[in-house]
């Protein structure tokens, strides 16, 4: 089993940034490949950064690319989502997955689940 706890969403204006973290606890966090997801009111949740086990692989949904920046810190079990440039239409509740062989955009490939972190970007 694998536990994640987000943090670091809040208030931000638009064109502002913010830094989530995702706490991993539990197996060994480098064993899992991480990804990020958000689900804005009255939508389903979709995909927003992927990172592979090593960090070394990254993918984004179009939306975000060239705004935002996935990373993790194996070492201190930890994966990152920097969001600059934020839009109004960034405002969602942001949840962190991690699994095993995932297929990036599936949120159904990953295993495990924050309870997520709300991000609010007003104009």
């Known amino acids: 089993q694998v536990q994640l706890v987000e943090s670091g969403g809040g208030l931000v204006q638009a064109g502002g940034s913010m830094r989530l973290s995702c706490a991993a606890s539990?197996?060994?966090?480098?064993?899992?490949?991480s990804g990020w997801f958000r689900q804005a009111p009255g939508k389903e949740r979709e995909f927003v950064a992927f990172?592979?086990?090593?960090?070394?692989?990254?993918y984004y949904a179009d939306s975000v690319k060239g705004r935002f920046t996935i990373s993790r810190n194996n070492a201190e079990n930890t994966a990152y989502l920097q969001m600059n440039s934020l839009k109004p239409d960034d405002t969602a509740v942001y949840y962190c997955?991690?699994?095993?062989?995932?297929?990036?955009?599936?949120?159904?490939?990953?295993?495990?689940w924050g309870q997520g972190t709300q991000v609010t970007v007003s104009s």
């Open positions: 997955a991690a699994g095993g062989t995932v297929r990036p955009a599936f949120e159904r490939d990953y295993n495990y």
């Open positions: 990172v592979s086990r090593s960090g070394g692989t990254t």
């Open positions: 539990g197996r060994t966090f480098s064993a899992y490949a």
